[in-house]
């Protein structure tokens, strides 16, 4: 397992310490769960993101506070829009030993015959939730499409019975579908949708906005 994330205690609240705080390179954050009291700390966002790579985004991280090891999940994180820094984290300790619940990122594997045919692959659900230990939380949900065809779905109710892992996820909840091709008259007029939308209205005896 990867070095342990060194944290440091937090207790000014204002815009200004925070503001402080990511200045100096570090991610304001808080840590609550198994046997531990919600706490506000922060951590180095250089070694977050550098043990992230290394354990992956589901991972098990190790989070050092005050003086003591927690094995940890980055339950939430909160980023910025415009340069992707990350503003705030919220570390989930758990229990190695019991199951939770997580959200992964279904990956798709295979190419498609639909697809060869000219169909379009669509991922309505990007993710799914599965109960699982920390121990064996997966990069990624793995679903093979190289059988389907256009008009195809798959859902969970699909996959639950040969996964390897609990899924939560309702049996309808769709991840994959293979949609026909759109035809040049559907195309045309979702190019005069777009344009429509993206035409600005012209504002009469409206007051200026301050």
């Known amino acids: 397992m990867s070095t342990a994330i060194q944290s440091k ?7 200004s310490a925070l503001t402080a705080l990511r200045n100096d390179g570090f991610i304001p954050s808080v ?3 198994y ?17 992230l790579r290394e354990v992956g985004r589901n991972g098990v991280l190790k989070l050092e506070v005050d003086g003591k090891q927690l ?11 415009l340069i992707g820094d ?15 619940e997580v959200d992964v990122t279904v990956h798709l594997v295979g190419n498609s015959v639909g697809e060869k045919e000219g169909g379009v692959v669509q991922q309505p659900n990007r ?3 599965i109960k699982v230990k920390p121990s064996d939380i997966p990069e990624s949900f793995e679903v093979d499409i190289s059988e389907m065809q256009i008009g195809d779905t798959i859902t969970v109710a699909d996959v639950r019975a040969k996964s390897k892992f609990e899924i939560l996820s309702d049996d309808d909840y769709a991840l994959v579908l293979i949609s026909a091709p759109r035809t040049e008259a ?5 190019e005069a949708d777009a344009g429509a939308a993206n035409a600005e209205p012209e504002v009469i005896g409206g007051k200026e906005e301050e």
């Open 9 to 15: 205690s937090r207790e000014v609240k204002t815009r």
């Open 31 to 33: 840590v609550y769960g």
């Open 35 to 51: 046997n531990t009291e919600s706490t506000p700390i922060a951590v180095k966002e250089s070694d977050l993101l550098k043990t």
């Open 71 to 81: 094995n940890v999940v980055l339950n939430d994180f909160q980023e910025d829009a």
């Open 86 to 100: 990350i503003r705030h984290a919220d570390f989930l300790a758990i229990d190695m030993a019991e199951e939770l």
């Open 127 to 129: 993710e799914v939730t």
């Open 186 to 190: 559907e195309m045309e007029e979702l």
